[in-house]
């Protein structure tokens, strides 16, 4: 029995065995396959480069052409400007003579008001005249009436001396009268008759003085009497000629007044008119000065030109952005086999809504900015540079989206696979359920069988799934170099060396030196003599350094291409990589330049390449093992499925778990676009709000030499100055990484959990959708499922296949569906919410939808051509633009490593000044000196830069040469001194004075 059995196992492990080696031999087929696929890509490749240069000659013409259309239409504007400047100082001239006559006639009328005037104070004197003559009439009657005043006092004067004579008679008589009482007692009787006498003669005496006095009372009376009726006259008089005085002068006011008001709205009128006519001439004036500045101050051009690139870059991230969107929906339709082609037409449709706002906002940006006469020069080169940012993101976007679907037809046997072993799982779960239903009450019973169940279930997918193994991109790297070159010594892999870091290419090049006989033959490269030495030339440097900087770019495109986080790791594509690096190289040799390289070159280039890339490569193939290897993936659907499975123990129904089911399906498909869509929404504030990412690349540029001198680090500055694109990056990645740190509570979160509720609500939109047509329909849950896979295709990876060979047949109650869905999606995005924290969050993302690539895809499409004397960096935001490279503010030539022919004197030379000089350069690999104002004659990268001679100098780098003298003295092997010796007055600059300059002049 048991020899039958072994026969039986023999047999069995014979028939493996075959099967195994027919797999092998398939699968060498198919690899052979895939060769020969790849070749026929390769030459269809080929094919399409050529294509590819045929249209850029054509777009070349094109350029031509627009060009000529450019000088044609700068020419009628500047004829329809001339016009329009003859027309303003026609219409200046016309308004001129209008306010000459206004000017006179207002005279005019001020002489005419002067006449009045003049009359009303004649007819003003006469009255006075009149006034003073009566005024001396009662003057002359009130002197005669006092003359007669006189007179009357004076009568009543000599009746009171008359009165007063009587009565001093009286007083003498009566004393006689006494002396005679006294003297003459006997005379009695004759004094009784003489006093009666007396008496009666002082009656009549007494009668006389009263009527006296009586008729002095009565003048008296009558002059009061007089002299009140006379007052009364005067104050009447005096009354009247007030009141005609007060009323003359009223009306003098009033006719002053109106005058007054006239002539101030006659001059309001006239200030006005002089006020719009200066301001429209003003305008003019500043026109026409701007029109003429833009073609002799630069500084003015410099400003306009900043203004466009910020509004460059807005345009370009609503186009990218817009495109994003597009891609993402087109890729969850193409993943649910929605679409099975993608035209480029069909992207512009998408993005026409978008292209046609940017236009309008050109339009408005060109034809109103108060620049508009200095930004025409580039509306040309704008609109076509826009159109060309259109046709690539349309173009790149197709070729990923049609890679996508290349890659899903690829990639479907190991996700059918997958799917049925994950659909599998669920009914065999359901199946020992349904078996187990009498023991749902004991809770460890069922969880050692569900263990025991699940443990089988996983090793049977091991059996079945080819184990996806671990991967050493390196050791890949090593075994393809060594089989191109065999000789390569074991050491070289540990002495290696960083090819972006090193400061000189001169170890890797061979020059060649063309000797011909008494005259240069055109086919000198067939006596060329290799000969170990220096480059000599910065030029060659620099044609180096772009090299290198260009493949490490392409080759980073070329890993996202392989899409390794969905497609895997396959050594062919360090193969792709090293061929395409070979093909640069050997096209960089066999163009016009005076050396070849070294192998080492080749090596150290791909070694370098892959080991900045192998960080890259091995997280995005975590991510794909994490969904496509058997042990993971199970290990992490565990819990889904004992959930699943104690639901049917404890006689759940049908709708309950497929709710449930679904919902755990869509689990992963609404982390990634919860993801990608925070991603995408935290790019957008980040580039209003973060104060180094909210402008242009010269804002960003400002913010990283404020961060460089707040630390002090002089090996952070030699990357930025000999490595400044990967400086950028860095930077950039480094405040994405702060800003969802310190935002992460505040702003990241809060974005998470809104496009959350914001998906939960669409898909349970979806299914009430959905129920709603299949109970007016009659439908199945056939017809439920479809309904629902279609309404969140654009925004979800889930279709019907994903449920297919999961049983659900007998599902009838599409409500309870619904309610179950909804309890269930909300513990599904609490769980997603839960889990989403600041390290997850980049983790998760693939690498193309991450912020900081976003944005440094934003930023760092522009060019990064260097100043040969300085190594400043071209501010043109255009990579590959056409005209001169130029930059505001130049270095001083020392950090680059300059110095003084004959000496070890690093110079101390700063480009806009020495060109402003008659001092002199000589090129790197020549003998003859070069006038500094005269650079172009140099050739070659000195002839692609424009500096203009200026003494305005960035205090920043005179500051970072005191502080790191040092430091570079050191790190060139040379010093300042002699007449390099750095100034005094460079040295009372201050860290705070740098800085803040950089405030005042970027």
């Not at 701007?290 to 306009?304: G, M, N, W, Y």
């Not at 390196?474 to 060396?497: G, K, N, Q």
Request: charged share 40%; aromatic share 8%; proline share 1%.
């Amino acid at each position: 029995m048991m020899e039958e059995e072994r026969q039986n196992q023999d047999k069995e492990r014979k028939r493996r065995e075959e099967e195994l080696k027919r797999e092998i031999t398939e699968e060498k087929k198919h690899q052979r396959e895939i060769r020969d696929e790849m070749r026929r890509e390769r030459e269809t490749f080929k094919h399409e480069i050529e294509e590819m240069r045929q249209e850029k000659e054509n777009v070349k013409k094109e350029k031509e052409k627009l060009q000529i259309k450019y000088d044609t239409e700068i020419d009628r504007l500047m004829n329809r400007l001339e016009n329009e400047r003859q027309n303003h100082d026609t219409e200046r001239k016309r308004r001129e003579e209008e306010f000459n006559e206004s000017k006179e006639r207002h005279k005019r009328e001020m002489k005419e008001k002067e006449e009045r005037e003049e009359k009303m104070c004649e007819e003003m004197k006469k009255e006075r005249e009149e006034w003073e003559k009566q005024k001396l009439e009662e003057k002359m009657r009130r002197e005669e009436e006092d003359e007669k005043r006189r007179e009357k006092d004076e009568q009543i004067q000599r009746l009171k001396s008359k009165m007063e004579g009587i009565i001093r008679d009286k007083e003498k008589m009566k004393i006689m009268m006494e002396k005679e009482q006294q003297n003459h007692k006997e005379r009695e009787i004759r004094e009784e008759e003489d006093k009666k006498r007396t008496e009666r003669e002082n009656q009549n005496r007494d009668e006389q003085i009263q009527r006296l006095e009586s008729e002095m009372e009565g003048i008296i009376r009558e002059k009061e009497k007089i002299e009140g009726e006379r007052r009364e006259q005067l104050e009447d008089l005096e009354k009247r000629l007030t009141e005609e005085r007060n009323m003359r002068e009223d009306q003098q006011k009033t006719s002053e007044e109106t005058l007054r008001l006239l002539e101030e709205q006659h001059e309001e009128e006239q200030k006005r008119r002089q006020v719009e006519w200066r301001e429209e001439y003003e305008r003019e004036k500043e026109k026409m000065m701007r029109k003429i500045c833009s073609e002799t101050d630069p500084s003015l051009q410099v400003s306009a030109y900043r203004k466009l690139e910020r509004k460059y870059s807005k345009w370009s991230w609503s186009l990218r952005c817009a495109m994003m969107e597009t891609e993402n929906k087109l890729h969850n339709k193409i993943e649910n086999e929605v679409i099975h082609e993608v035209e480029e037409t069909d992207l512009q449709t998408e993005l026409k809504k978008t292209s046609e706002e940017v236009e309008k906002s050109m339009s408005e940006f060109f034809e109103k900015n108060i620049d508009k006469y200095i930004l025409i020069q580039w509306k040309t080169s704008f609109e076509i540079r826009i159109k060309e940012l259109q046709e690539n993101i349309v173009r790149e976007t197709n070729r990923r989206l049609n890679e996508i679907l290349q890659q899903r037809d690829l990639k479907k046997k190991i996700d059918d696979q997958m799917k049925h072993h994950e659909n599998t799982l669920y009914e065999k779960s359901k199946e020992l359920a349904l078996k187990l239903n009498n023991k749902t009450n004991d809770e460890e019973t069922l969880k050692k069988e569900f263990d025991l169940f699940w443990k089988q279930s996983v090793m049977k997918i091991i059996r079945d799934t080819p184990a996806i193994r671990d991967i050493d991109v390196m050791r890949d790297v090593r075994e393809i170099l060594c089989d191109l070159y065999e000789s390569v010594p074991v050491d070289h892999w540990r002495e290696s060396r960083d090819i972006f870091t090193v400061l000189s290419y001169s170890d890797y090049v061979k020059v060649k030196r063309s000797r011909v006989n008494n005259a240069y033959s055109l086919n000198a490269t067939r006596s060329t003599k290799m000969i170990l030495g220096n480059i000599q030339s910065k030029e060659d440097e620099t044609q180096i350094r772009s090299l290198v900087t260009d493949v490490s770019q392409q080759t980073d495109r070329m890993i996202q291409s392989f899409n390794i986080s969905k497609m895997g790791y396959n050594k062919s594509f360090i193969q792709q990589l090293t061929d395409y690096i070979k093909r640069r190289v050997t096209e960089h040799e066999e163009e016009q330049v005076k050396y070849v390289f070294r192998n080492e070159f080749f090596m150290d280039l791909v070694i370098s390449i892959c080991k900045r890339s192998n960080k890259m490569i091995t997280d995005q193939y975590r991510l794909f093992r994490e969904v496509n290897d058997p042990v993971i993936y199970a290990e992490k659907k565990r819990e889904e499925y004992y959930s699943i499975f104690q639901k049917y123990c404890h006689g759940a129904t049908s709708a309950a778990v497929f709710g449930e089911i679904i919902c755990q399906k869509l689990k992963e498909s609404i982390e990634q676009s919860v993801y990608k869509k925070t991603a995408r929404d935290l790019t957008d504030e980040m580039m209003k709000n973060c104060e180094s990412l909210n402008r242009n690349r010269s804002n960003l540029e400002k913010h990283i030499l404020k961060t460089l001198a707040e630390e002090e680090d002089f090996d952070k500055y030699m990357d930025y100055i000999h490595k400044p694109r990967d400086h950028f990056k860095s930077f950039i990645r480094d405040e994405v990484s702060r800003y969802i740190s310190d935002k992460f509570s505040v702003s990241v979160l809060p974005k998470m959990k809104e496009n959350i509720e914001l998906l939960q609500q669409k898909i349970m939109k979806a299914a009430h959708e959905s129920t709603e047509h299949v109970q007016e329909n009659r439908g199945d849950v056939g017809l439920w499922l479809k309904s629902f896979t279609q309404q969140i295709s654009d925004e979800l990876i889930f279709s019907e296949k994903d449920l297919s060979g999961v049983k659900h047949d007998d599902l009838d109650d599409f409500n309870l569906l619904e309610d179950v869905m909804r309890q269930e999606l909300t513990a599904v995005m609490y769980e997603i919410s839960r889990r989403f924290n600041t390290e997850t969050f980049l983790v998760k993302l693939d690498l193309r939808f991450r912020p900081d690539e976003l944005l440094i895809d934003l930023f760092c499409q522009c060019c990064w051509v260097q100043c040969p004397f300085c190594k400043v960096i071209c501010t043109n935001t255009i990579e590959n633009h056409d005209g001169d490279h130029s930059v505001a503010f130049h270095r001083v030539w020392g950090i680059n490593g300059w110095f003084n022919k004959g000496t070890t004197n690093l110079s101390i030379n700063i480009c806009t000044s020495a060109v402003a000089s008659d001092g002199s350069f000589y090129p790197k690999g020549s003998s003859d000196a070069v006038l500094c104002r005269d650079y172009r004659r140099a050739g070659g990268v000195y002839a692609d830069w424009s500096i203009i001679p200026d003494l305005s100098e960035l205090p920043y780098w005179k500051w970072f040469v005191c502080r790191f003298q040092k430091d570079l003295e050191k790190y060139f092997n040379k010093i300042f001194e002699g007449s390099c010796e750095i100034p005094d007055e460079w040295r009372g600059y201050s860290k705070q004075d740098a800085i803040e300059s950089l405030d005042r002049y970027m």
